[in-house]
């Protein structure tokens, strides 16, 4: 079965820090690759997505994240975090034929230190 | 503002009872679906709808029942048979052709808490 690995449950973070949050997925076809976010008492709500094109896609905020076919992987990453960065980020992946169905990763509570 | 309201926030059931969860969007959508979401797991579809008077089943279907009556609407009831029902319940709704096979945008509600006791 199609599964998506976050590794990191909890990640902590002083102001101005450089972010990196890992997603692997296991499928080895054509997939959809989006990053959510879920901000402090508001909606899980988009952040980005790649389809096809130039893997590294930018997202809103300052976020950006890579697609690197042969790690099966989309990273997020931001060069500097804010103190309003502090949510919790969901990795899913579409794979192509699994209609209108989205793997879930298990999320990154982030936490950033003012 | 459009969005997707769900009531209510939060909930508790004693074992054997049937709750039903609203989930209502004023964006127009034509898909709704139903997420649950448990500690450390990532979000599991139960049920979805593309169209009015139309709804599939997802991946942990079995223990619920869904509707789709009315394009705005999608009411999910927890029913007895859901052996472990205390969850966190997310709907969300996209356009027609723009949901995860689409541009993948899913619009959420802020969700349900149930508490069975």
């Known amino acids: 079965a199609q599964s998506v690995s976050q590794h990191n449950h909890h990640v902590i973070l002083s102001e101005a820090a450089s972010l990196e949050l890992g997603c692997n997925y296991s499928?080895?076809?054509?997939?959809?690759l989006f990053w959510y976010v879920q901000y402090p008492g508001q909606h899980l709500q988009l952040l980005l997505k790649?389809?096809?094109?130039d893997p590294l896609v930018k997202g809103i905020k300052g976020f950006e994240a890579e697609f690197i076919k042969s790690k099966f992987s989309f990273n997020l990453r931001k060069p500097s975090v804010q103190w309003s960065d502090t949510a919790e980020y969901f990795c899913?992946?579409?794979?192509?034929?699994?209609?209108?169905?989205?793997?879930w990763g298990a999320g990154t509570k982030l936490i950033i230190k003012p | 503002d459009g969005g997707i309201t769900q009531s209510p926030k939060y909930l508790f059931r004693k074992e054997g009872q049937n709750v039903t969860l609203s989930c209502e969007q004023n964006l127009n959508h034509d898909a709704m679906y139903w997420y649950r979401q448990d500690p450390g797991q990532g979000l599991r579809l139960i049920y979805y709808s593309q169209i009015v008077n139309d709804f599939q089943k997802g991946d942990i279907a079995e223990g619920y029942s869904v509707s789709r009556e009315k394009k705005e609407s999608f009411p999910l009831t927890v029913t007895s048979a859901q052996k472990n029902p205390t969850a966190f319940y997310l709907c969300a709704s996209s356009r027609w052709g723009q949901g995860p096979l689409g541009t993948g945008e899913l619009f959420f509600g802020e969700g349900s808490r149930l508490t069975v006791l």
């Open positions: 790649y389809f096809s094109g």
């Open positions: 499928y080895g076809g054509t997939v959809n």
């Open positions: 899913a992946v579409n794979v192509m034929d699994s209609n209108y169905q989205l793997i």
